[in-house]
């Protein structure tokens, strides 16, 4: 009986601690109420009100471009790039922390992104930089000009003293050398879009040292910080040139179209020429975006991922590289050796197109001279002088799609099948071919064959390519038969490839303006010379 009224009193212990614990809860959190409700209420009503919500886009890796076999044409590699983040710069800070990055990577010999045109001169004024000769620089001050507002007659002085005033940049008590420093990366943050949700790129492709600098000093930098990129490299930088294409920044007017689907900013990079622009919507990777909340103190409250960034397509061409070196030397060899020959001269170009018969796929499409694209996107001296053409061999045009040459013997079958369906020839008819071409109607012509085939009928005019024979065929068909035929083959359209191309031409039956007089861009005996 005892026993039992022992265990009983226990009981009563153990639950009336539970009971306290449980009340001592319930007035720990009775108690945070009152002083979040209460005694706080007003100030968190004031922060949950004031803070904003940012949405920060991180970049993605734009898509690769290899051959049939996987070989690389365009890559990425992961590169270093300075960042400045609005979001983490204490307000009124930015001029001391743009001087502070200047002055590091200057007394490091490091590049940093400087596209202002105006300079300080040997006598420590304001200039204007010189033009190299293809307008760029001209260009650019007259841009910047408009987007202050001044006359283009205003004078370097007069552009820096605005820019320099509070009512912009606010650069009062800083040397020449200093202000230009702040105005040259202000003005470029201005022009890229530099804002909460955009950071701004000071310097791409920086050392592996930079970046240990740069790091070691970001807490005297708030703000900056070390980012990986997506560096486009051309890993067989003189194959397929004329195929690939190359990214450069995207333009203005081009910014405006794309700029709703979110993949770009005002300092992106985009497809320019061949694949690379063709394929452009392919090819760009979607930006993700980030969620950060701020108070208005400038105090980082949360980040939160919305949407992870994703990568462009991997584009696989129909292209062989092994073809295309194969080509490039073949062309390499035979072109050199044709331009040292006076009949050919320095001005000597090929190319070379292999189609797969079964589909018609381009295999290899290789013109010559080239260049080599790595060294496009990396060397701007290189660059300059392909631009410019100063060697005059106009590396950069695309002979195998651009360029309008004569058809050639190429047209023959397109004839020969016009005129035997036509009833025009058959398989026994006979022109004869003396060597040189007489024609009534053009007593002054007198082109050349190959050779002298004496009589002969379709099938050896085909084997032997004549000429003559093929003169005389095409004026007994007429050019308008001619051209449907060519037109049903191909001959004079567009190919269907994806990059840029021209298409070819054919005679026709309209007129063409010389000086003052019209007269007809064909005539009958024209057929024969087509």
């Known amino acids: 009986m005892e026993e039992n009224n022992k265990g009983k009193k226990g009981q009563s212990v153990r639950v009336l601690a539970l009971v306290l614990g449980i009340l001592a809860v319930f007035v720990v959190f009775g108690a945070q109420l009152v002083n979040w409700q209460l005694v706080h209420g007003a100030q968190y009503r004031v922060q949950a009100d004031s803070t904003n919500i940012y949405t920060v886009k991180k970049d993605a890796s734009r898509g690769e471009i290899l051959d049939a076999n996987g070989v690389s044409l365009a890559v990425n590699e992961t590169g270093y790039k300075v960042v400045f983040n609005n979001l983490y710069v204490p307000k009124g800070s930015l001029n001391a922390t743009i001087l502070q990055l200047v002055a590091l990577f200057e007394s490091r010999n490091e590049e940093w992104i400087d596209s202002?045109?105006?300079?300080?001169?040997?006598?420590?004024?304001f200039a204007f930089k010189q033009d190299d000769g293809d307008g760029t620089v001209d260009s650019a001050i007259s841009l910047l000009k408009s987007d202050y507002r001044l006359q283009q007659y205003a004078t370097a002085e007069e552009c820096v003293n605005l820019m320099a005033s509070d009512q912009w940049y606010d650069c009062a008590g800083y040397s020449n050398s200093d202000k230009r420093s702040i105005l040259a990366v202000r003005y470029n943050m201005a022009k890229t879009g530099y804002n909460n949700e955009n950071k701004y790129t000071f310097a791409e492709g920086i050392s592996n040292e930079m970046v240990a600098i740069v790091s070691e000093n970001?807490?005297?930098?708030?703000?900056i910080s070390v980012e990986t990129y997506s560096e486009r490299k051309y890993a067989n930088g003189s194959l397929a040139t004329n195929i690939v294409g190359y990214i450069g920044a995207i333009d203005p007017d081009t910014y405006e179209e794309k700029k709703d689907t979110g993949d770009y900013q005002l300092d992106s990079k985009i497809g320019i020429e061949g694949i690379e622009a063709a394929l452009e919507d392919k090819l760009v990777g979607h930006r993700g975006e980030q969620l950060v909340e701020v108070t208005p103190n400038?105090?980082?409250?949360?980040?939160?991922?919305?949407?992870?960034?994703?990568?462009?397509?991997?584009?696989?061409?129909?292209?062989?590289?092994?073809?295309?070196?194969i080509a490039?030397?073949?062309?390499?060899?035979?072109?050199?050796?044709?331009?040292?020959?006076?009949s050919y001269g320095s001005q000597c170009t090929g190319s070379v197109v292999v189609l797969d018969v079964n589909d018609?796929?381009?295999?290899?499409?290789?013109?010559?001279?080239?260049?080599?694209?790595?060294?496009?996107?990396?060397?701007?001296?290189?660059?300059?002088?392909?631009?410019?053409?100063?060697?005059?061999?106009?590396?950069?045009?695309?002979?195998c799609f651009w360029q309008g040459y004569p058809i050639g013997s190429a047209m023959k079958p397109a004839v020969a099948l016009a005129a035997l369906q036509e009833g025009v020839i058959d398989t026994s008819t006979q022109f004869r071919c003396g060597y040189t071409y007489y024609n009534?109607?053009?007593?002054?012509?007198?082109?050349?064959?190959?050779?002298?085939?004496g009589y002969l009928n379709v099938?050896?005019?085909?084997?032997?390519?004549?000429n003559i024979f093929f003169y005389d065929t095409g004026y007994n068909l007429g050019i308008?038969?001619?051209?449907?035929?060519?037109?049903?083959?191909?001959?004079?359209?567009?190919t269907g490839v994806e990059i840029y191309e021209s298409d070819g031409t054919w005679r026709v039956r309209t007129k063409k303006r010389t000086g003052t007089a019209e007269i007809p861009s064909w005539r009958p005996s024209a057929s024969r010379i087509t």
Not at 299 to 321: C, F, H, R, W
Not at 328 to 342: G, S
Request: a negative charge; aromatic letters at 8%.
């Open 116 to 125: 202002f045109p105006i300079v300080v001169d040997e006598n420590g004024n």
């Open 218 to 223: 970001s807490q005297k930098m708030p703000g």
């Open 298 to 325: 400038g105090t980082i409250v949360s980040e939160t991922e919305k949407t992870p960034a994703t990568s462009g397509n991997t584009v696989y061409l129909t292209v062989d590289a092994r073809l295309q070196k």
């Open 328 to 342: 490039l030397d073949a062309l390499k060899e035979n072109v050199e050796a044709a331009q040292k020959e006076e």
């Open 360 to 399: 018609f796929s381009v295999l290899c499409a290789q013109s010559y001279p080239n260049y080599d694209l790595d060294k496009y996107m990396n060397d701007p001296q290189y660059r300059e002088d392909l631009l410019l053409n100063k060697d005059g061999q106009n590396a950069m045009w695309n002979r």
């Open 440 to 453: 009534a109607d053009m007593p002054d012509f007198h082109p050349l064959c190959m050779g002298t085939h």
């Open 459 to 466: 099938i050896e005019a085909l084997t032997v390519s004549c």
């Open 480 to 494: 308008d038969n001619m051209n449907l035929y060519q037109r049903k083959l191909g001959l004079g359209e567009l």
